[in-house]
Structures are given as structure tokens and as C-alpha cells.
């Protein structure tokens, strides 16, 4: 079973003002707009998970220069420029799939042709996807048994010019992860938004003529791009918008999942924003923001009080807060936020004896240098109908 949560976390980063040249005037307003969600969140009775991992490919085409022809002296007449190639495979659970590399072949290329060959054979252990010059594979059966065995090569068909394979794989371990009997994580939603607009002039009282004409035919072809950089533990990168006119609104996001994660594991956030101008390089910068985010869980029952109700009209239901208790062992810390009232159904009957509850936790700063974590004030409560459980492990921010 599946809940999903709609944003819950939204940063803003706002950036204006005038940058004045001898020939050019900027007058700049953009934002930063760093919004995560929790989605696909998943209880422990939520069924078996998946295993999944990750290759990625690095390298570059490596290429030398060839004597085709001999001068009698010994000189050479006409140099050849010879091209590295050779494959590149990814093994899980003794299933392997190839690729050919050669002249013009990039590590996404790559990427993208092992994903396919997956996908393509309906054999496969693994459904796979690529982003980037990354391989992502994702058992097709469910359960602690499909932590496959992953591994990756590469090789050169011409070993003595080139003395190795131009690109490598690198798996992300030697076996797939996260594959379990039951699902105690969710996925992590990452968008960042580049969202403004600018103007641009020319100054023809303080600009010297030649310069100002040459200025005033480039105007109207001038651009502004918008750039985004977002990682999600370290995956991620940069990207760009469409480059619009100086004097246009702009806008561009860009979107990430960090893909299941368990409950209490820290994740790394870092993104940044930026608009680029055709004449003049980059004019605006947000600077790199960096967040520690987890997602916290805490089980709560039910003290039976109930306040605040109302009737939904669109649910047809009757919704009450329910005043409720953290039910954590005794060994453990105090959880990350207290839960002390639960909005839930409380007609039709049955009402809810307890939940299980999750929230997002964030530290802001940069790496060795965060604040403290600091926890929504409201969470995500997934309605329980059994009797009151044992006591359950909390998660807990240090």
C-alpha cells in the first residue's frame, strides 16, 4: 500500500538588482525555488521491495595518429587518425548485456544503449533506465532475495596502441540494494525552479559610437539562459533552459528522485541557480545552497479526546483531531517531533487506534558546517485499525 504526500518543504532564494557598464545597463530580478516532496511513502506492511543499483560510465574516446604513408627518408606523407573501440557490459546475476564503443561514442550514449538492451530482452533480471551517463537497474521481482550480484566491465580491441578500454564502468556496489521482505523508506522529490525576468539597455550619452552600433545590431539576437544545478547524493548535475530575449520572462526547472531511501538515512541536497547573457557571461548567481534532508518516523496511538471536527464535504466524511501519543521503546532517544493529535476519519466508523506516522527533517548549511535539524511541525499519518501494536524504534536526528 501507497500513500503520497504533496510538497512539503519549499526554500526560496531571491536575487535582484542593476549592474551598470559604460555601454550597458542590466536590471535583474530571478529566484530560486528549491521544493522537495516526500513521495511513494511506504509502511512496513507495504510489501517487498525491490533490489536496485546503479553503473556509471566514465571515460572519453581515445583516438592516435597513424603513418599511412612512408617517405623514403623516413619522414611520413600522410598521418591517419585512428579511433579506440571495444564494449562495455554490465553483469546482474550472471545476466550480462553489452554495448560497442567507437568513433563519436560518449559515456551517455553508452548509458543509454546498455538501459536499452536491458529493456529490450525479456529475460532480463532487471528493468533499467539511464540519465545522464548513469545506468539505473531495478529488479523486476521483489524481496530480500533480488539484492542481485552486479558488476561491469570494459575492453579494447586494440590493446597495444591503447593500452586500455576508453571508457569504464563503475558499479555502484558489488551486489543491488535495498531489496526487502517489507518497505520502510520513501523516494525524496527534488525541483528546482529558475523563475524571473531582466531588462537590458544600451547607454549611447557614455558609449563611444562604433562601440553602440555594434551593440545596438546585437541587441535584438542578445540572450538570457537560465542554468540550474541540482544533486541529490551526488547525483545530479548541471543543466540549462532555453535561452530567451534580454528583455523576456524566463524561466526553467529542473526535476530529480532520489529513488527509494530508507527511513532516517540523511540525504544530501545541493542545488544552485544562474542566468547567462549572451554579451556578457554570467549575471546572476544564487550561490550553492546545500540541505541535509531525512525522512523520520514515529508510531503513535491513540488517547481517544477528539477537537477541531468538521465535515468534508468532498470525502464525505467527518474529520476530527484525535489527541495521540508518540508509542516509541524505552531505549530509544526522544523521537524527532512529539505527535500529539492525529486528523483523522472518525465517521463512517471505525476510527483509527493508532498510526504509523513520517516527517521530513532538514538541516541547512554547507558539508561540517550544518544547523541543527529542524523537523516539520506537521507529519504524515498513515491510519491503523488494529489493536495498539508494541512499542516501535523511532528515528532520531543527532
Not at 108 to 118: E, P, R, W, Y
Not at 195 to 207: E, F, I, K, R, V
Not at 254 to 281: H, K, L
Not at 348 to 363: L, M, R, S
Amino acid at each position: 500500500m501507497k500513500k503520497y504526500i504533496t510538497t512539503l518543504l519549499t526554500f526560496l532564494l531571491v536575487g535582484a538588482g542593476i549592474a551598470h557598464a559604460q555601454c550597458v545597463s542590466y536590471s535583474l530580478s530571478y529566484a530560486v525555488y528549491a521544493t522537495e516532496a516526500l513521495g511513494s511513502v511506504q509502511a512496513g506492511q507495504g510489501g517487498p521491495v525491490p533490489g536496485m543499483g546503479a553503473v556509471t560510465i566514465g571515460g572519453s574516446e581515445q583516438s592516435i595518429q597513424t603513418c599511412r604513408r612512408w617517405l623514403a627518408g623516413g619522414d611520413c606523407q600522410t598521418w591517419l587518425t585512428k579511433y579506440d573501440s571495444g564494449t562495455v557490459s554490465i553483469t546482474v546475476n550472471g545476466f550480462s548485456k553489452s554495448t560497442a564503443y567507437a568513433q563519436g561514442s560518449t559515456p551517455s550514449l553508452i548509458a543509454t544503449a546498455l538501459a536499452n538492451a536491458f529493456n529490450a530482452d525479456n529475460t532480463s533480471p532487471v528493468k533499467s533506465s539511464a540519465t545522464g551517463n548513469v545506468v539505473y537497474l531495478t529488479s523486476k521481482a521483489s524481496g530480500v532475495g533480488t539484492n542481485y550480484s552486479l558488476s561491469s566491465t570494459s575492453s579494447t580491441k586494440d590493446l597495444a596502441d591503447f593500452g586500455g578500454a576508453s571508457f569504464d564502468a563503475s558499479p555502484s556496489g558489488s551486489s543491488l540494494s535495498g531489496g526487502a521482505a517489507t518497505s520502510t523508506g520513501a523516494d525524496l522529490l527534488t525541483s528546482v525552479l529558475v523563475d524571473g525576468s531582466a531588462s537590458m539597455t544600451l547607454n549611447s550619452a557614455t558609449c563611444p559610437y562604433p562601440i553602440y552600433q555594434n551593440l545596438l545590431l546585437q541587441l535584438p539576437t542578445a540572450t538570457h539562459t537560465p542554468q540550474v544545478t541540482s544533486t541529490t547524493n551526488g547525483v545530479g548535475g548541471f543543466s540549462g533552459g532555453t535561452p530567451v530575449c534580454v528583455n523576456c520572462y524566463l524561466s526553467y526547472q529542473a526535476n530529480q528522485d532520489t529513488g527509494f531511501f530508507p527511513i532516517g538515512t540523511p540525504i544530501s541536497f545541493n542545488f544552485d541557480g544562474a542566468v547567462d547573457c549572451s554579451e556578457e557571461g554570467i549575471i546572476w548567481d544564487s550561490g550553492n545552497s546545500h540541505l541535509q534532508v531525512e525522512v523520520a518516523y514515529t508510531r503513535a496511538v491513540s488517547l481517544g479526546t477528539q477537537s477541531n471536527c468538521y465535515w468534508n464535504t468532498k470525502i464525505g466524511q467527518e474529520i476530527c483531531d484525535i489527541d495521540a501519543q508518540y508509542w516509541c521503546t524505552p531505549a530509544t532517544t526522544v523521537p524527532d517531533y512529539p505527535v500529539n493529535a492525529v486528523a483523522t476519519q472518525v465517521y463512517p466508523p471505525p476510527v483509527a487506534t493508532w498510526w504509523e506516522t513520517f516527517g521530513v527533517c532538514v538541516a541547512y548549511g554547507s558539508p561540517g558546517n550544518y544547523r541543527p535539524w529542524f523537523c516539520l511541525p506537521k507529519a504524515f499519518a498513515w491510519d491503523e485499525y488494529t489493536p495498539t501494536p508494541p512499542p516501535a524504534q523511532c528515528t532520531y536526528n543527532p
